[in-house]
Every structure is written in C-alpha cells, then in structure tokens.
C-alpha cells in the first residue's frame, strides 16, 4: 500500500474528480460575486456524490462558498462518510 495507488485507474478518477470538484466551487463562488450564469446546486451535489466530495468539502471552506445552505452543510460531509466507509474498507 503506498502511492503506487494513486496512480490506478480508480485512484486517477478519485482525484481528478475531487479537484474538478473543488474548481466547480471556486468557479460558482467567482460567478456568485460577479453576477454571472452560476451552476446548478444539483451540479455540485452531484459532483460530490460522485466521489468529489472531499474536493468539495474542502473548497466549500476555502472559498467560503455554500457555508450557509442547510443541503451543503449536511449532505457534503455526510458524502464524505461514505467515501471514507467505502475507501477505508475497498483498501483493507
């Protein structure tokens, strides 16, 4: 077990969907601010569940963005359970 990992094909998908998460938030949070075309709240859930989740999480509290919505702050960090369930025990 090592960084050999990341380099599978899931652990290429996992993070390249949680940085396409954490884009997606800072993206909506720049069109929030400057009055633009925003994306959709189901888009960024959707991302998450997805396995973006600790992209997003992490982006919600880098970019202050979606703190405040009663959807984000429960169902992101419960995505993140998951994914830790899931990862924890596809691993071991």
């Known amino acids: 077990m ?4 990341l380099f599978t094909p899931f652990g290429v998908y996992f993070l390249s969907i949680n940085f396409i998460a ?7 949070k720049y069109k929030a ?3 633009a075309w925003r994306i959709p709240e189901r ?5 998450a569940l997805m396995g973006g989740a ?6 919600m ?7 405040k919505k009663l959807k984000f702050r429960l169902s992101i960090p ?3 359970l998951l994914w830790g369930y899931g990862l924890f ?3 071991s």
Do not use: M, N, P, Q
Not at 22 to 28: E, K, N, P, R, T
């Open 2 to 5: 090592g960084i050999e990992r």
């Open 22 to 28: 954490f884009l997606f938030y800072g993206a909506d």
């Open 33 to 35: 601010i400057h009055h």
């Open 43 to 47: 888009v960024l859930l959707l991302t």
């Open 54 to 59: 600790f992209g997003s999480l992490f982006a």
């Open 61 to 67: 509290y880098f970019f202050h963005h979606k703190t």
């Open 78 to 80: 419960l995505f993140c």
């Open 89 to 91: 025990f596809s691993i």
